[in-house]
């Protein structure tokens, strides 16, 4: 039902959208399907370990040194087995929806600006304990400066939901579902790619830097439970 919904939107856009307007999609399975969780807001450990389907859906229009597209993605763990993952609980889901335009800069760089809305849903492996499926919503607007496909400069707002600021129960039960801690603020990063020529790119190193607010823990607490919050860090992502 949900992937009927989900076409059944895809196919109004695409029978309003202007002229010249192209729709895109491809689907991932197994460990590469992580490379697409949004960048933006941050996941666990366990959210990563999950996922291993991804399917996008854009819809672009392009006027060569300008234009526009809308995005949708879904990322979901795995359906081997799914009897069995289900009457355990284990459970991962997320949907995306997101808009962007750009515009050439030069013959190689491009600007671009975008926003997102999100919500991922999670259920832990042991429903003994905790019993509940969970769901924290997300958003995120910013701009990008581009250089072809060899790096990538961005900055802008985010906020996700997760465990922090609610009853002691619900947050123990976010927070054993594998939620994140809420956050929002601004974030700064640059992407490098490494390797390869710029259309068989398979390494990317981040450098990035959050700016914001935190819950620091779960339930009510002394000076609220949102917290001020630096961070700073390097990834590398890589396909093999």
């Known amino acids: 039902m ?3 919904k989900t076409m059944g ?11 010249g307007t192209e729709a895109r999609s491809f689907k991932v399975h197994g460990a590469h399907a992580v490379l ?15 996922v291993d389907q991804a399917k996008a859906v854009d819809l672009v229009t392009d006027g060569g040194d300008a234009g526009w597209s809308l995005d949708m993605l879904a990322l979901r763990s795995s359906r081997t087995g799914d009897a069995d ?8 889901n997320d949907m995306q929806m997101g808009m962007q335009a750009w515009h050439a800069v030069g013959s190689d760089d491009a600007i671009r600006l975008g926003t ?13 304990v905790f019993p509940a499926k ?3 919503g997300y958003a995120d607007a910013g701009l990008t400066w581009e250089h072809g496909d060899r790096w990538a400069v961005s900055t802008g707002w985010f906020r996700q939901g997760g465990w922090g600021g609610r009853r002691m129960d619900l947050d123990v039960v976010r927070m054993g579902n594998g939620e994140p801690a809420a956050a929002s603020g601004m974030r700064a990063a640059v992407r490098l790619a490494v390797g ?15 700016e914001g607010s935190r819950a620091a823990c779960l339930g009510a607490c002394a000076g609220g439970a949102m917290r001020h919050a630096s961070d700073i860090g390097l990834t590398l992502n890589a396909m093999f």
């Open 36 to 50: 697409l969780l949004p960048e933006q807001v941050q996941w666990t450990g366990r959210d990563r370990a999950a």
């Open 85 to 92: 993952c289900c009457a355990s609980g284990g459970h991962f």
């Open 134 to 136: 969970s769901t924290a």
């Open 196 to 210: 390869g020529s710029a259309r068989e790119v398979r390494s990317w190193l981040t450098l990035e830097a959050r």
């Open 116 to 128: 997102h809305l999100g919500k991922a849903s999670r259920r832990t492996l042991s429903p003994a």
């Open 2 to 4: 949900r992937g009927t």
């Open 9 to 19: 939107v895809i196919c109004v856009l695409a029978a309003t959208a202007p002229t």
